[in-house]
């Protein structure tokens, strides 16, 4: 069997439930594959990862693997099993925050590490500045977790709907006593949870071929998963290390991810992809890329796996 | 190959050096010159290697880059400079080892405390930093008092046990000859203990250096405001930018190690006396 | 007679170890008068420091009683009656010479002006004018030595406890500083106890040469001198001195063959 | 022993004001529920609240304990939740970082003895070394020696060595240093060669210089092991642990970790004093 | 007449320090024959220990000659020619006596049944039998001091030389070693180059006493010793034991006084 080795964004969760699904109900083996699968965490940048040569594959939010193209490493999205992003600004109402107008003059917590690119586009758009001038918000790097917004020092947090977000509610605020603002809906969604390999690699027809039969195996996964959101989520329980995730939230968490990945059979639509290169083009003085980026993408490889 | 090949020949040519520089009289100026021969030497040899080797800039940069880098950013690193090591390390370093001492002070003076606070202390002082960050971080906010707050755990014990110890360092003979002249033991603390017990203050003041510039960087991981070395290191790995990383690497290292060499000049003239700072004069 | 400055009566003194008791001293009686010049000779551990300790109310007898100028060693010690001299010199090494035979004066609160004229004039009295700005380690191990003394004798006290203060120096360094002590002792009429292992020492300096037997502490023999209160040097080679040395030494055989 | 009646008191008094700020530290929260739920908080119910909570911002001593003991006892120690298992992971790495680190410290040290230029070049960098942020640098390596093929457990034993190798470097040069001029003088009489020296010489001496280097250096061990845990993916062990309570707010998590870390570094640096205790009573030097 | 076992010409030796040279010996100039005691004797720093360092190719001369069993220094060395022992016993707190005394006879690689032997043979010379499993903080001073002579003689070294071997002791006990010292040398007939503070102990052990003068390092007088090679403890009441001291002690008194 040849060696495919994924490295994921985060931590085991339902996030990642398709290539869980794909490992534990042996669609790998199917296609002849031997697939690892590495957690990530708060201090792992998958597209170091790769580029270190400690994976083939890996799972990255868009923003991220073109502002490393810019830097010189040639990352190519080579499928996109989420359709719509999961990511939101979820604020107090009793901080005074009902709409975006609000935003001026108040604390916000935002992560970083790469995942700061669409939040600031989005400020850009909206014309506030994140520097701390006058007029401005406020920017706090958020931790691993929603303490600010319950301890009061922010009056917003980034949250995932799958995710923070239910940690807020499970830590006793009320979805009445919240204002989210989605960035679906605020017209600033950039691509989330693509597969995303080297560009050299793909030179090589042996490589295209594990990653064809790679992405059709994981694509098999998800929709696996989506039709079977409990036994999914006791899969990601099975195969989480540290012991920390509890069934009811891998249950919930697993019933929203289904959500974002149902629109996609695993092709990048190329029109989400122009949404997101427009959005971080517009990122003000300080813009994420400079300029459109070219061959970010290839059908190459979903086009052989799913016909 | 050709890089390699250079820093082989660096390598060669800076050990000889010191080879030979070691062979002079050891006056003051070899004896600053040689770590910088052996410290040029070592970078050359990065430069030559990352080059010769052609290391993907996302992995290691060159130093030509990170220097490159760090001229081009001082306004960056200056206000990271100010927010982490100013605001958050230099206040908990105050705090922490001013309040380390007043309690070695205190409990020196009643040896019931002194054996109950430090086999605790010990115990307190083996909390790995990495897991009370993100709990001082909780409490104290994300702003630079977490982080002063962190230092603070981090340099207490170290400053507090080795105080304690200092304290205890007049020997027998000399406590007494306070006691045959009826000396209040206020009196004897001022012009016998402290004095004595300065090699191991500064000792402990060392060591509190290096700890609260690496307690308040890592403390900025847990949360922070959007500058600070911490918070530029984690991002800009995020973002690949390595040699920004590395930059902000250089400047922590070059801050500890002057902080390191400022207490340790300080302790010279404090401490002249002391054999030890005799021996090198 | 006047009251003796030192009066014991049947001191005990013992420690509480870890390996069970050690008795360091047993029934000690000793009367030490004004003015006398008291040595104290003895194999190693056998009590000569402990004694020095307990008239200075750095330890606690366990049994018997101890008065020093009529009172309890411990109100002579708020007076102030006491200069120790240790074995090591033990000046502090970040004060000057100067500001190291100044300390009991700081102490004790004098005035700037006093302290500054009671320095000069002790430094003087053990030929060490000159030296207030030197620190310690710059000087020769015999030049601390007088330094810890003239520390001693800044205050006045009535009187010196010096415990084996010349142990440490060579024989040349130690002969000149007897003839200095001795010098000195006469000026001043200080009372002195003086612990040594030197058996010529004791003979030349003292008016009273005690014995005392190893463990537990006991005196076996108090031998008064006859020599006379002038003693050159040679006065160790002449035959009274060498009688006197050979009793102690006899003294000092006996209570080894019994240890 | 004669210390355990102050140690205890001062034990006693530090959980006695460890229960108080958490009733200070988890008021607000508590107020927060109560006010939103529109009912107003009796003293007691305030201190039970606080001293109940599920995500406390102090959780209480007895929380902490329940919690160590659901996750030791009543877990099998090969389960992923049981803690044991996890200290277990954390400790091996501990345990291979720190003979690492005390093998290249004690060679760097017998280096800077016995060579000039290692003692004057290299000596001001160890110390630089330490200036640096390590746990800032751990991703990094990570990575890099991931490139390189160097995978599992030996990455966070690394970052382990680099913590202790310090310590250990200190106290050797001191140790191999203490024979005094006069013993190494009559060596030379006996026309001893350098590794008979060492031998027989510098190395006995340097024994207590050792282990008080071991002590320190076993802790920052431990602290690198827990720090290498984060950027490997919070897989397994206490610094994953600790990541992932920190990631989810769960506090009693946290300080269960953080506790069974002080006590495994307690135990480690008891285990090195007993070590040293029996190998110096046999050396004749205790 | 045989070739003299040691044979310095002329040395000089200058050490270079942060304050300067520092004279150490000039022109030094001496015999000493085989089976000599030669005592040096000086105040503190007038380079005795420098000299001995030197005969045991511990420290160069910088002008001058030395020759040691007519061969340079190094080459005696390497020959395994000296004895050395120092003021302060220097044993090895991890090892027993006996591995003490044995740890040079390892080093020049006997066999481990003749170290035994030796081992036994010199600790019964130095009256230590039966202490052979005892480590060194178990034993007085006294007896360290023995053993770390033991260790110099484990191996058949022609020349003792010896550094203040009794600074530390006290009297009594210093005696003691000082007479069980001579025996020895009669018993072995090696030669002895001895460095003390004391002038009895010079004179009583001595065939030969080499009085030096301070910095620079020069030698002021060679005595040579009308006392019987057979000395009870009483032969320094003897008017020819005080007589040589006399002599020694105003041989000192002059050095100091240029000094
Ligand atoms: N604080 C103490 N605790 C226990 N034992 C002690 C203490 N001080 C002294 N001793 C013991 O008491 C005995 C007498 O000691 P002391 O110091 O008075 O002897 P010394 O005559 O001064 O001896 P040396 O000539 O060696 O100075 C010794 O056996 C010593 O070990
Ligand atoms: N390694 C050295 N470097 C510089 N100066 C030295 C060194 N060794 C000795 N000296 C100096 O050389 C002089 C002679 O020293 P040496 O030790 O031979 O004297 P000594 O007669 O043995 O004195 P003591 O009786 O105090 O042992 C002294 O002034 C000493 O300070
Ligand atoms: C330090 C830190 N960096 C980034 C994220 C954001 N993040 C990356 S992947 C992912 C999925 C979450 O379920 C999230 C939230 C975070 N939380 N903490
Ligand atoms: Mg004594
Ligand atoms: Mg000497």
Redesign the pocket.
């Known amino acids: 069997a040849d060696d495919v080795t994924l490295q994921l964004k985060w931590v085991t969760q339902a996030q990642f439930a398709g290539y869980y699904v794909a490992l534990d109900k042996g669609f790998y083996e199917e296609e002849d594959l031997n697939v690892t699968i590495k957690p990530g965490g708060p201090d792992i940048a998958p597209t170091q990862v790769l580029a270190g040569g400690g994976a083939d594959v890996t799972v990255e939010w868009m923003p991220a693997a073109l502002a490393a193209r810019e830097k010189g490493l040639p990352m190519v999205n080579i499928a996109q099993p989420f359709k719509s992003s999961g990511m939101m600004l979820t604020c107090r109402k009793d901080a005074g925050v009902t709409s975006t107008d609000d935003f001026a003059g108040k604390t916000l917590g935002v992560w970083f590490f790469g995942n700061e690119f669409p939040f600031l586009s989005w400020m850009s758009q909206l014309g506030i500045a994140t520097d701390g001038s006058d007029g401005g918000v406020t920017v706090l790097k958020q931790g691993f977790n929603v303490d600010p917004i319950l301890q009061g020092q922010a009056a917003c947090v980034s949250t995932m709907t799958y995710n923070e977000y239910w940690q807020i509610i499970d830590a006793g605020l009320t979805p009445e006593e919240l204002q989210v603002f989605k960035y679906e809906d605020q017209g600033v969604a950039t691509l989330e949870d693509g597969l995303y390999v080297l560009e050299e690699n793909l030179a090589d027809p042996e490589f295209e071929d594990k990653m064809v039969r790679f992405v059709r195996a994981s694509m098999k996964g998800w929709k696996y998963a989506e039709e079977n959101p409990d036994e999914a989520a006791e899969i990601v329980l099975d195969n989480d290390a540290s012991g920390a995730q509890t069934e009811k939230h891998q249950k919930r968490m697993m019933g929203e991810v289904a959500k974002l990945t149902a629109g996609s059979n695993g092709a990048l639509d190329p029109a989400d992809y122009e949404r997101t290169v427009a959005s971080l083009l517009s990122g003000g003085s300080d813009p994420v890329i400079s300029k459109a980026p070219e061959g970010a993408w290839t059908h190459a490889i979903t086009d052989k796996a799913l016909n | 190959m050709g890089w390699l090949l250079f820093a082989l020949v660096v390598w060669i040519v800076g050990w000889s050096l010191n080879v030979w520089l070691s062979r002079r009289p050891a006056t003051a100026l070899v004896r600053l010159l040689m770590p910088i021969v052996f410290g040029v030497t070592l970078i050359a040899i990065w430069e030559g290697v990352v080059r010769g080797l052609d290391i993907s800039a996302v992995l290691l940069p060159a130093p030509s880059a990170i220097a490159a880098r760090f001229a081009a950013s001082t306004s960056i690193l200056w206000e990271d400079f100010v927010q982490t090591v100013i605001k958050g390390a230099l206040s908990g370093y105050l705090l922490g080892c001013g309040a380390a001492f007043l309690t070695a002070v205190f409990i020196d003076r009643f040896p019931f405390l002194r054996r109950g606070l430090l086999p605790v202390g010990n115990f307190v002082a083996a909390l790995p930093i990495v897991g009370m960050a993100p709990i001082l971080v909780m409490w104290f906010g994300f702003d630079w008092q977490s982080k002063a707050a962190v230092v603070v755990v981090m340099v207490f014990f170290p400053m507090l046990v080795n105080t304690v110890q200092g304290l205890q360092a007049s020997s027998q003979m000399q406590r007494d000859l306070m006691q045959t002249y009826a000396a209040s033991p206020m009196t004897t603390l001022i012009k016998l203990r402290l004095p004595m017990a300065m090699p191991f203050i500064f000792n402990g003041l060392k060591i509190a250096t290096t700890l609260a510039l690496i307690g308040a960087i890592v403390a900025e991981f847990f949360g922070s405001p959007i500058r600070g070395m911490g918070f530029r290191i984690s991002t800009s790995v995020g973002q690949l930018a390595l040699d920004l990383v590395w930059a902000e690497i250089v400047v922590a290292a070059l801050v500890g190690s002057a902080a390191y060499g400022g207490v340790a000049l300080i302790e010279r003239v404090v401490t002249f006396w002391h054999p030890s700072q005799r021996a090198r004069s | 007679m006047p009251d003796p400055v030192i009066s014991a009566q049947n001191l005990d003194l013992t420690?509480?170890?870890n390996d069970g008791p050690?008795h360091?001293?047993k029934g000690v009686s000793l009367d030490i008068e004004k003015g006398d010049f008291v040595s104290?000779i003895?194999?190693?551990?056998?009590?000569?420091?402990?004694?020095?300790?307990v008239m200075a109310d750095l330890?606690q007898p366990t049994g018997g009683t101890i008065t020093v100028n009529g009172v309890s060693p411990e109100e002579a010690r708020m007076a102030r009656a006491y200069g120790y001299v240790f074995?090591a010199a033990g000046l502090y090494p970040w004060r000057t010479i100067g500001k190291n035979v100044s300390l009991p004066l700081e102490i004790m609160g004098y005035s700037k002006a006093e302290q500054s004229e009671r320095v000069a004039r002790v430094l003087d009295l053990v030929e060490l004018a000159g030296f207030e700005k030197k620190f310690p380690w710059q000087l020769s191990g015999g030049m601390q030595q007088r330094a810890s003394i003239a520390r001693a004798l800044a205050f006045d006290a009535d009187i010196l406890l010096m415990?084996?203060p010349f142990g440490a120096l060579d024989e040349i360094v130690r002969d000149h500083l007897n003839e200095q002590l001795l010098h000195l002792w006469a000026r001043t009429e200080k009372t002195i106890a003086f612990?040594t292992?030197s058996i010529p020492e004791a003979v030349y300096l003292s008016t009273k040469i005690v014995v005392?037997s190893p463990?537990p502490?006991r005196i076996t023999d108090v031998i008064d001198s006859p020599l006379p209160k002038e003693r050159p040097l040679d006065i160790r080679e002449s035959p009274e001195f060498l009688e006197v040395a050979h009793r102690v030494r006899e003294g000092l055989r006996a209570g080894h063959a019994d240890g | 022993m004669r210390n355990l009646v102050p140690v205890l008191t001062v034990v006693a008094a530090i959980f006695a004001i460890w229960y108080l700020a958490a009733i200070w530290l988890n008021a607000p929260w508590a107020y927060d529920k109560a006010t939103r739920a529109g009912v107003e908080l009796s003293a007691v119910e305030l201190v039970a609240d606080t001293w109940a909570q599920d995500k406390p911002k102090l959780p209480a001593p007895h929380q902490v304990a329940v919690e160590i003991w659901d996750t030791t006892v009543e877990k099998k120690i090969t389960s992923k939740r049981s803690l044991v298992w996890h200290s277990w992971v954390t400790l091996s790495a501990t345990l291979l970082g720190f003979a690492l680190g005390t093998g290249l410290g004690i060679l760097l040290a017998v280096g800077i003895v016995y060579n000039t230029v290692m003692d004057r070049s290299v000596m001001p960098w160890v110390i630089t070394s330490q200036t640096i942020p390590i746990l800032a640098l751990a991703p990094m390596i990570i990575v890099v020696l991931n490139a390189v093929g160097i995978s599992g457990l030996l990455p966070k034993a690394m970052i382990s060595m680099y913590l202790s190798f310090f310590p250990v470097v200190v106290g050797m040069v001191k140790g191999l240093r203490s024979p005094e001029v006069m013993q190494l003088d009559q060596m030379r009489t006996w026309n001893a060669n350098a590794s008979q020296t060492f031998w027989r010489l510098r190395l006995p001496a340097s024994m207590p210089y050792l282990f008080a280097s071991l002590k320190v250096g076993v802790a920052a061990s431990l602290v690198g092991a827990i720090v290498g845990e984060l950027p490997t993916g919070a897989v397994a062990g206490l610094g994953a642990r600790l990541l992932a309570g920190s990631y989810y707010g769960q506090t009693i998590q946290i300080w269960s970790a953080l506790i069974m870390a002080a006590a495994l570094a307690a135990l480690l640096v008891a285990i090195i004093g007993l070590i040293e205790r029996i190998m110096l009573a046999r050396m004749g030097m205790a």
């Open positions: 420690f509480q170890t050690v360091a001293l104290f003895g194999p190693s551990g056998c009590g000569k420091t402990t004694f020095l300790r330890e074995q415990d084996e612990v292992h005392m463990r502490g």
